[in-house]
């Protein structure tokens, strides 16, 4: 019993685990809507790229991973 | 449609991705936190990343012999001589028309505005001169993105 209870909290979801997909979702698309408002300065379109390359990573890690 | 590049990646990536998003949203039963967890952690930054991917429409730079176009990483050049317009597209897009009649699309940032509005003002066409121009450029480029400066400056 208490090692089932040890399995079940550490597959429990916490605040935290929250917190990167937010960041990636929250700043992929605040990104997104600057651009096509035309408000991102050229460099900022690099910092867009780059952004949307570190999401295509978490993206794939958080599929194969799952929840 | 064949080939792996330009609108080819849109009908054979792109569109499926956000449709794969769009299905895995309404797929996911939400009764209890797990359900929550899948969307907010997995389906939601997937929406996110397929609908930047979908309207990255491309960027435009300018070099003493015509434009520049990327619609990912790697830069082309579009010869003066090529364009037969630039105008503006639906809602927040613009097109650079080539004369074979295709479009190069892009978002005018208030960057891209000043460039076109300094190139109405020249004539010139694609020369040695302007290669060599683009090369220093593109080394420009690269050396203060390595530097974490600005990416490019215009004249």
């Known amino acids: 019993m208490a090692g ?14 929250f917190y990167l997909p937010i960041f990636v979702t929250g700043s992929i ?26 999401g295509v990573v978490y993206v794939a890690t958080a599929v194969l991973q799952g929840v | 449609m064949s080939g792996w590049s330009g609108p080819a990646i849109t009908a054979k990536v792109l569109l499926p991705l956000i449709l794969i ?11 209890d936190a797990w359900g929550v967890a899948w969307i907010v ?4 930054p997937t929406f996110a990343v397929a609908i930047w991917l979908f309207i990255n429409v491309g960027e435009l730079r300018a070099y003493e012999g015509g434009l520049l ?15 037969s317009n630039v105008k503006r597209a639906f ?8 004369t074979d009649g295709s479009k190069l699309f892009f978002f005018p940032d208030p960057g891209t505005k000043r460039m076109l509005r300094s190139l109405e003002s020249l004539g010139t ?6 290669d060599a121009g683009l090369a220093r450029a593109m080394i420009r480029c690269f050396s203060e993105w390595l530097l974490g400066l600005r990416y490019i400056k215009f004249r």
């Not at chain 1, 089932?4 to 685990?17: F, G, K, P």
């Open chain 1, 4 to 17: 089932t209870q040890r399995v079940s909290s550490a597959l429990a979801i916490r605040a935290e685990d």
């Open chain 1, 29 to 54: 698309t605040y990104l997104t809507v600057l651009r096509m408002l035309g408000r991102l300065q050229r460099s900022e379109h690099d910092l867009s790229l780059a952004l949307i390359g570190l």
């Open chain 2, 21 to 31: 998003s769009v299905v895995g949203i309404g797929s996911v039963p939400v009764h």
């Open chain 2, 41 to 44: 952690r997995v389906v939601l």
């Open chain 2, 69 to 83: 176009y990327r619609r990912w990483v790697a830069w082309q050049k579009v010869p003066r001589n090529q364009i």
């Open chain 2, 91 to 98: 809602l927040c897009f613009a097109a650079v028309v080539l």
């Open chain 2, 125 to 130: 066409r694609s020369s040695p001169e302007a």
